[in-house]
C-alpha cells in the first residue's frame, strides 16, 4: 500500500511540474538539444529519438535519471547535470506541445513542402566581398559589409581574416554567427570574464555584435597544421567511459567543425595554446558561460595530460 501511494505522489509532483511548466522558456533552452534531436524535436539521425509529442512526464522522468545516474548515457549526462527541475519541466513541456513526427510528415505532404524546396540555412563559408555585396538579412542578423569595418580593431589580435597569428588568441574566421554574438554579448554583461575584451566590447551596440558576428561566420576557416595524438584522438574520438567523459565528436563534430544550430563552436584552426587555456578555465569554472554548464561537466574530469593530449589532437583537425 505504501509502495502504491509512493507512485501516486510521484505521478502528481510530475502533473504538477508539467503544469507550472512554461514552454516558452522550454522552447529557448531546447537551443541545445537540437544538433541530436532536432529544431523540431524531430531527429534527423537514427540513433537519436524523437522527441516532439512524447508525453511530459515521461520526458521530466528521463532528464532526472540520466542527471541521477539511474539511466546511464555518455552524452546525456553532461547534458542534464546542470538542469534544474524547472529546466526539465519547461524542456517538457516544449516538446510535448510540438506535433509528434507523423504529424509533422502529413503537414509537410499536405502543403507540398520538401527538402528540395527548403531554403538553405546558411553559406558556405567563403570570400567576405562576394557575400559583403550580397543581401544577409535572411542568414544573419548582422550586416557583413558593416561588419568588415567595424573589425578593424579586432585585426590585431583575431587577425584581419579572423584567423589569428597570435596562439593565445581564438580565431574568429568560420565561427557560426549566433556563437559569437553569445561570446561578445556574455563579454559585454560580464557573463564571460576578460579584462581585454571586456575593454573592446564595452561600447558595442546589439547592431554592432551582429555585424561583427556575421563579418567573421563567412571568412575561410585555415584548417590545422598540428601533428595529431593518439591519446587524444581517442579522447576526441571516443571519450573515456571509466571517467565519465562526453567524446567531443558528440557536439564538435568529426572534423571539428561544431554544430551551428545548436551554437556548439567550431574547433579547427584553434591553437593548442588557445585550447589548453580554455579547457584549464572550463575545468577550474574561471570560465562559466557554456550552456547548462557542459563543459565544466566534462572538463572537470579531465587530467593535464588529458587536456594537453586533446588539444594537440584538435590541431590536426582539417
Same mark, same amino acid.
Given at each position: 500500500?505504501?509502495?502504491?501511494?509512493?507512485?501516486?505522489?510521484?505521478?502528481?509532483?510530475?502533473?504538477?511540474?508539467?503544469?507550472?511548466?512554461?514552454?516558452?522558456?522550454?522552447?529557448?533552452?531546447?537551443?541545445?538539444?537540437?544538433?541530436?534531436?532536432?529544431?523540431?524535436?524531430?531527429?534527423?539521425?537514427?540513433?537519436?529519438?524523437?522527441?516532439?509529442?512524447?508525453?511530459?512526464?515521461?520526458?521530466?522522468?528521463?532528464?532526472?535519471?540520466?542527471?541521477?545516474?539511474?539511466?546511464?548515457?555518455?552524452?546525456?549526462?553532461?547534458?542534464?547535470?546542470?538542469?534544474?527541475?524547472?529546466?526539465?519541466?519547461?524542456?517538457?513541456?516544449?516538446?510535448?506541445?510540438?506535433?509528434?513526427?507523423?504529424?509533422?510528415?502529413?503537414?509537410?505532404?499536405?502543403?507540398?513542402?520538401?527538402?528540395?524546396?527548403?531554403?538553405?540555412?546558411?553559406?558556405?563559408?567563403?570570400?567576405?566581398?562576394?557575400?559583403?555585396?550580397?543581401?544577409?538579412?535572411?542568414?544573419?542578423?548582422?550586416?557583413?559589409?558593416?561588419?568588415?569595418?567595424?573589425?578593424?580593431?579586432?585585426?590585431?589580435?583575431?587577425?584581419?581574416?579572423?584567423?589569428?597569428?597570435?596562439?593565445?588568441? %581564438?580565431?574568429?574566421? *568560420? $565561427? /557560426?554567427?549566433? +556563437? #559569437?554574438? !553569445? &561570446? @561578445?554579448?556574455?563579454?559585454?554583461?560580464?557573463? =564571460?570574464?576578460?579584462?581585454?575584451?571586456?575593454?573592446?566590447?564595452?561600447?558595442?551596440?546589439?547592431?554592432?555584435?551582429?555585424?561583427?558576428?556575421?563579418?567573421?561566420?563567412?571568412?575561410?576557416?585555415?584548417?590545422?597544421?598540428?601533428?595529431?595524438?593518439?591519446?587524444?584522438?581517442?579522447?576526441?574520438?571516443?571519450?573515456?567511459?571509466?571517467?565519465?567523459?562526453?567524446?567531443?565528436?558528440?557536439?564538435?563534430?568529426?572534423?571539428?567543425?561544431?554544430?551551428?544550430?545548436?551554437?556548439? %563552436?567550431?574547433?579547427? *584552426? $584553434? /591553437?593548442?595554446? +588557445? #585550447?589548453? !587555456? &580554455? @579547457?584549464?578555465?572550463?575545468?577550474?569554472?574561471? =570560465?562559466?558561460?557554456?550552456?547548462?554548464?557542459?563543459?565544466?561537466?566534462?572538463?572537470?574530469?579531465?587530467?593535464?595530460?588529458?587536456?594537453?593530449?586533446?588539444?594537440?589532437?584538435?590541431?590536426?583537425?582539417?
Amino acid at each position: 500500500m505504501k509502495k502504491i501511494i509512493f507512485s501516486l505522489l510521484v505521478a502528481l509532483s510530475s502533473v504538477s511540474a508539467a503544469q507550472a511548466a512554461d514552454a516558452n522558456a522550454g522552447k529557448e533552452k531546447a537551443a541545445v538539444c537540437s544538433a541530436c534531436h532536432g529544431p523540431t524535436g524531430v531527429s534527423a539521425s537514427p540513433m537519436f529519438p524523437n522527441l516532439a509529442g512524447q508525453n511530459d512526464a515521461y520526458i521530466i522522468k528521463q532528464l532526472k535519471d540520466f542527471k541521477s545516474g539511474a539511466r546511464t548515457d555518455a552524452m546525456m549526462a553532461p547534458m542534464a547535470a546542470n538542469l534544474s527541475d524547472a529546466d526539465m519541466a519547461d524542456l517538457a513541456a516544449h516538446f510535448s506541445g510540438l506535433p509528434s513526427a507523423n504529424e509533422q510528415a502529413a503537414a509537410s505532404a499536405s502543403t507540398g513542402s520538401s527538402a528540395e524546396t527548403a531554403p538553405s540555412s546558411a553559406p558556405v563559408a567563403g570570400n567576405v566581398e562576394v557575400l559583403s555585396s550580397t543581401p544577409a538579412a535572411a542568414i544573419y542578423a548582422g550586416n557583413v559589409a558593416a561588419g568588415k569595418n567595424k573589425a578593424v580593431a579586432c585585426a590585431a589580435c583575431h587577425g584581419a581574416d579572423g584567423n589569428s597569428l597570435a596562439p593565445m588568441y %581564438p580565431s574568429l574566421a *568560420g $565561427q /557560426s554567427a549566433n +556563437y #559569437l554574438a !553569445k &561570446q @561578445l554579448a556574455d563579454f559585454k554583461s560580464g557573463d =564571460r570574464k576578460d579584462p581585454v575584451m571586456a575593454g573592446m566590447v564595452a561600447a558595442l551596440s546589439k547592431e554592432d555584435i551582429n555585424d561583427l558576428a556575421a563579418f567573421f561566420a563567412v571568412q575561410s576557416t585555415n584548417t590545422g597544421t598540428g601533428e595529431s595524438n593518439e591519446a587524444g584522438h581517442k579522447l576526441y574520438l571516443g571519450g573515456d567511459t571509466k571517467k565519465g567523459v562526453t567524446a567531443c565528436i558528440a557536439c564538435h563534430g568529426v572534423a571539428g567543425k561544431g554544430m551551428k544550430q545548436a551554437g556548439f %563552436p567550431s574547433l579547427t *584552426g $584553434q /591553437s593548442k595554446d +588557445y #585550447l589548453k !587555456k &580554455q @579547457l584549464a578555465s572550463f575545468r577550474d569554472a574561471s =570560465r562559466s558561460n557554456d550552456n547548462n554548464g557542459i563543459m565544466r561537466n566534462i572538463a572537470i574530469k579531465l587530467s593535464d595530460a588529458d587536456i594537453e593530449a586533446v588539444a594537440q589532437y584538435i590541431t590536426s583537425l582539417k
